[in-house]
């Protein structure tokens, strides 16, 4: 891999506002002095404001609501218009409402599956044409372990995003000839606010079931996101790489 995705000029980065969007913004920054980095979010942005006043020059944030067609169609015209293209779309917007199946509410359903699956649908069909005029285009779908490993009480979830998976696999054939890859990233325990819920004793169990006997990093998946923006993956597609430290 080179030092830096050369070429690559504009990222739009989803749920930007949480630890890993954060994350993965911050090392497309810190990696790739030429990296434009658009924070999609929609609320709660408080740490993804503070991240743009670090790099006011190569960052900004863009009103989106990952589950509304029209609010993607506007972030990417207003990514374009400013850019003149956009190259790199990560989505990693996503929200758990765990149940078990025969408790769980409607709403935690369609909210799961709305946020975790249809937005990928919606982002990937809003930028496909953008980047296919440039003949150049990464789309790297953030799924979970969840979509191969699914753990009891996230039928919603482990859905969504075994669902997220089998869209990029299907969408990397597609646009395949059109210079653009499409590849998920199956994260397992990741130190975000996702885990600040767990109490000692559930982490140490969970720690316990991981062969490396610890939580991963954003960076670390942020490290194999950039790897995938860059110009030197351009025949990796329709992979799905998990990032759990060997628990599967």
């Known amino acids: 891999m080179s030092g830096k995705t050369a070429g690559v000029r504009s990222i739009l980065i989803t749920g930007a506002n949480g630890g890993l969007g954060l994350g993965i913004a911050r090392y497309f920054l810190e990696k790739d002095p030429d990296a434009k980095v658009w924070l999609g979010v929609r609320s709660n942005r408080g740490n993804a404001e503070a991240l743009v006043r670090d790099y006011p020059d190569r960052s900004a944030l863009v009103d989106l609501d990952v589950t509304a067609k029209e609010s993607w169609e506007n972030a990417v015209a207003t990514i374009t218009a400013a850019d003149g293209r956009l190259d790199v ?10 149940h078990l ?66 869209l990029s696999q299907t969408l990397a054939k597609e646009v395949a000839r059109s210079g653009i890859t499409v590849n998920a990233i199956l994260p ?9 819920h767990m109490d000692e004793e559930a982490a140490k169990r969970a720690k316990a079931g991981i062969p490396m006997r610890r939580f991963g990093t954003p960076s670390e998946v942020a490290a194999a996101v950039f790897f995938l923006a860059c110009h030197d993956a351009a025949y990796v597609t329709g992979s799905a790489l998990k990032i759990d430290g060997g628990i599967f």
């Open 188 to 196: 397992g325990y990741i130190q975000t606010e996702a885990l600040a």
């Open 89 to 98: 779309l990560v989505n990693n917007a996503g929200l758990h409402q765990d």
């Open 101 to 166: 199946l025969a408790a769980m509410p409607d709403e935690a359903w369609s909210s799961v599956i709305s946020t975790n699956l249809d937005a990928v649908f919606l982002g990937c069909r809003a930028v496909i044409r953008p980047m296919m005029l440039n003949r150049f285009g990464r789309i790297v779908n953030i799924a979970s372990l969840s979509a191969i490993l699914p753990p009891l009480g996230q039928t919603n979830y482990a859905a969504a995003k075994a669902g997220v998976v089998a």
